[in-house]
Structure formats: C-alpha cells, structure tokens
C-alpha cells in the first residue's frame, strides 16, 4: 500500500499555496499549511510533517528562524521557497539546515519534481551511500568523521554540520583523491531529478571549508581542481 506523505506549506501568498495544493494533490499528498511562521512551528510539532516547504518572508517568524528551530530536533527535509535568488540568499539557508532551495516564480513541474526528489531521498532506507560506506569513521590529520553519530572534530573539537554538508563531506571523503565534477556532486546529493543549479555546490564547499579547514584560502581536505571540480585529499 502506497505511503500518504504529509507536505507542510508555510506561505502567507494564497497564490503560492493555490500552486502547491495543485501539485501536491496530483501525488496524493496530504497537504498541511501555515501562514506564519509561529503557525508553522505548531503544526511541525503536532502533526510531523514528512516534509516542509518554507518561504523566507513570513509575518512573526521568518522562514530562516523556524529553519533553524527544526533543524535543532529533526532531520526532515526542508525545501526553502524565496524571491532571492542569489548565492549570498541561499548561503543562508543551507547553512541554516535546509535541504533545496527553489526560487520564486517557479515552475509546478519543477517543485513536484524537487519534492518527490527529497521525500523518496528521506525515506530510501538503502541509499547508495549506506550500502557504499565501509568503516564508521574517517580520519585524516586533524579532522574526524564519525559516519554512525554523524559527528565531525576538527583538532578534537566538535564542528557542526548541517545534513546536506555532513553528507556532502562524507561522500568526497570516502572517496579519497577522487576528483568529482559539480555536476557529479549535485548529481549524489540530489539525485539530478530537475533542472539543477550547480553553484549550489560551490556554497557547500565554501561552508565545508570555512569550518573543516584552519586556512580555508589554503584548504587541506577539500581541494579544487581546476577546470575540473573538487577531491578529498588523501
């Protein structure tokens, strides 16, 4: 019997909710809305949402704060809904935890394309990163992967990772000295199932650096080959 995913829109644009409802209700998810971001934070803890689309601009809590709050007791996939597009704008975001970010005016295939990229990506007991992983921690000079806590130290202290970086990291790592494409690495973390923006991934590797690397001008682990992409040094 086919799972019933429960989708909680937090917008205060009717005409945004009009376009989600349509595409939600074409999968058969059931849809949750909040209109402010107080709004949102009950709903999350009452009726765990398998998912969260979240504007940036909401009247009492902004988009980025009630982020910020979920992400301090749960991994669900977050999908952050702004008029900014710009790297800086979504720096923010992904920093703060979240998993995509998809930029007003958007298309309805595009979204029901990202949401049922995460949703399936959340709930995939057998990822291909789990059944690729080999050891539960990596470690290379000062820096420490715990893959099974999802924790990372850095000269022995403890550094924090959104999921998106965590997972990010973790895959470059165990794959010491292998040279990745931007679109590879989008490829993994999203699975390439829309029309992908790959200087997403330079916000990623830019963040990883500046809490990994003691010069992130001059990075150890995380280094970029040019004209081609990015490796984990070995």
């Known amino acids: 019997m086919k799972r019933t995913y429960k989708v909680l829109l937090v917008d205060d644009e009717e005409s945004i909710y009009r376009v989600v409802e349509q595409v939600l209700k074409r999968e058969a998810y059931e849809l949750l809305y909040a209109d402010n971001g107080e709004g949102a934070l009950e ?26 709050t979920i992400r301090e007791t749960s991994k669900v ?27 007003k005016p958007f298309s309805p295939v595009e979204l029901g394309l990202r949401v049922k990229a995460l949703l399936r990506r959340s709930f995939d007991k057998e990822q291909s990163v789990s059944k690729a992983r080999k050891t539960t921690k990596i470690s290379k000079g000062e820096l420490e992967i715990n893959c099974e806590s999802h924790e990372v130290f850095v000269r022995g202290k403890p550094v924090y990772l959104t999921p998106k970086e965590f997972e990010l990291l973790t895959f470059m790592a165990e794959h010491p000295d ?42 150890q682990y995380i280094q970029t080959v040019w004209g081609i992409g990015y490796k984990f040094s070995q």
């Not at 590879?184 to 500046?210: C, G, P």
Request: with cysteine; glycine share 4%; hydrophobic share 40%.
């Open 178 to 219: 292998q040279v990745f494409t931007r679109e590879q690495l989008f490829a993994h973390m999203w699975r390439d199932e829309y029309v992908n923006d790959t200087s997403t991934i330079t916000v990623f590797i830019r963040k990883l650096r500046e809490k990994i690397e003691r010069d992130p001008a001059k990075p």
């Open 43 to 68: 709903s999350f803890q009452k009726e765990s949402p398998d998912l969260v689309i979240l504007d940036v601009m909401l009247p009492l809590i902004d988009g980025y704060e009630v982020c910020r």
């Open 77 to 103: 996939p977050i999908l952050m809904l702004s008029a900014k597009g710009e790297i800086i704008d979504k720096s923010v975001g992904f920093n703060l935890g979240a998993d995509d970010y998809l930029v």
